[in-house]
C-alpha cells in the first residue's frame, strides 16, 4: 500500500504561482503513474495531470495547459505540480493519486485558493 501527503496548498491572489508537492511512502517502488486531481466545491472530482514513473509521459486537462507542469523526482519519490499564472475557477481541493498494479491510493488534500 503507497501512503501520500500532499503540501504547498494556500491563499493566492490571480497570476500568481504555487507550487505542490506529493511525498509517496510505502510500497512507492510499484507506482507505475501518480497525479494530481481537483475538486471545487459542488463539483465531480477532475483529473488536473498524471505522470508515468517510466518515461515521465504526462498528460494534462486542456484547463490547464500552458500554465501547470507536473514533474516527479523518483529519487525521492514526489511529485510536484508547478501551478502558474492562477485563475480563480482554480479553486478546489487538490488530491495527489498514485497507481500501482495493486489499486489507487489517494492523498487527504490541501486546498488551493486563488482570490483577490
Known amino acids: 500500500q503507497v501512503q501520500l501527503v500532499e503540501s504547498g496548498g494556500g491563499l493566492v491572489q490571480p497570476g500568481r504561482s504555487l507550487r505542490l508537492s506529493c511525498a509517496a511512502s510505502?510500497?512507492?517502488?510499484?507506482?507505475?503513474?501518480m497525479g494530481w486531481y481537483r475538486q471545487a466545491p459542488g463539483k465531480q472530482r477532475e483529473l488536473v495531470a498524471t505522470?508515468?514513473?517510466?518515461?515521465?509521459?504526462?498528460n494534462y486537462a486542456n484547463s490547464v495547459k500552458g500554465r501547470f507542469t507536473i514533474s516527479a523526482d523518483n529519487a525521492e519519490n514526489t511529485v510536484y505540480l508547478q501551478m502558474n499564472n492562477l485563475k480563480p475557477e482554480d479553486t478546489a481541493v487538490y488530491y495527489c493519486?498514485?497507481?500501482?498494479?495493486?489499486?489507487?491510493?489517494w492523498g487527504q488534500g490541501t486546498q488551493v485558493t486563488v482570490s483577490s
Open positions: 493519486n498514485a497507481y500501482t498494479p495493486l489499486g489507487t491510493s
Open positions: 510505502g510500497s512507492s517502488s510499484r507506482i507505475e503513474a
Open positions: 505522470i508515468t514513473t517510466r518515461g515521465g509521459y504526462t
